[in-house]
């Protein structure tokens, strides 16, 4: 017997090495990364500049909103929000989903305001970004950097 399971075993081996095999299946595609250039097309640097009376700090910072619509008022919910402490800097929106979108602005007096509990206090300097200093609001498409900046003329009211 002794035999016989030596065959069957050296038998079983043989099979195993000559028995077809599945062919190798290609690796899947890969899926084409995130590119800087696609990045940019969704990111919005907003540089924001406030020309009033007051200085902008850690207590009187300035928040830049996006929104979807151009009437902003006080029951509109922004779709991005960002603040600094520095006046001139330049905030990058990452990943804005809608387009166009509408950039608002004010510098906080109060220095109390959090910028996400409600609408800014009533009286704040701000204003929304405009592609001529009187017009309407003007819609920005992520992608193209934008400059702007406000001074205390319009007071927030809405």
């Given at each position: 017997?002794?035999?016989?399971?030596?065959?069957?075993?050296?038998?079983?081996?043989?099979?195993?090495?000559t028995?077809?095999?599945?062919?190798?299946?290609?690796?899947?595609?890969?899926?084409?990364?995130?590119?800087?250039a696609?990045?940019?097309?969704?990111?919005?640097?907003?540089?924001?500049?406030?020309?009033?009376k007051?200085?902008?700090?850690?207590a009187?910072k300035?928040?830049?909103?996006?929104?979807?619509?151009?009437?902003?008022?006080?029951?509109s919910?922004?779709?991005?929000?960002?603040?600094?402490?520095?006046?001139?800097?330049?905030?990058?929106?990452?990943?804005?989903t809608?387009?166009?979108?509408?950039?608002?602005?004010?510098?906080?007096t109060?220095?109390?305001?959090?910028?996400?509990?409600?609408?800014?206090?009533?009286?704040v300097?701000?204003?929304?970004?405009?592609?001529?200093?009187?017009?309407?609001?003007?819609?920005?498409?992520?992608?193209?950097p934008?400059?702007?900046?406000?001074?205390?003329?319009?007071?927030?009211?809405?």
């Amino acid at each position: 017997m002794n035999g016989i399971s030596i065959a069957a075993a050296a038998l079983l081996v043989l099979q195993s090495t000559t028995a077809a095999r599945p062919a190798a299946q290609k690796p899947a595609a890969a899926k084409p990364a995130t590119t800087a250039a696609s990045a940019a097309r969704t990111d919005l640097p907003v540089t924001v500049t406030y020309k009033g009376k007051g200085t902008v700090d850690g207590a009187h910072k300035l928040f830049v909103w996006l929104f979807d619509n151009p009437d902003i008022t006080s029951n509109s919910r922004p779709v991005s929000s960002l603040s600094t402490t520095k006046n001139g800097e330049t905030l990058m929106f990452k990943n804005v989903t809608a387009s166009p979108v509408y950039v608002f602005a004010v510098y906080d007096t109060t220095g109390n305001y959090d910028g996400v509990s409600g609408p800014p206090p009533a009286g704040v300097p701000s204003a929304p970004y405009r592609a001529s200093a009187k017009g309407a609001p003007a819609a920005v498409t992520p992608g193209a950097p934008i400059k702007f900046s406000f001074d205390d003329s319009e007071p927030w009211k809405k």
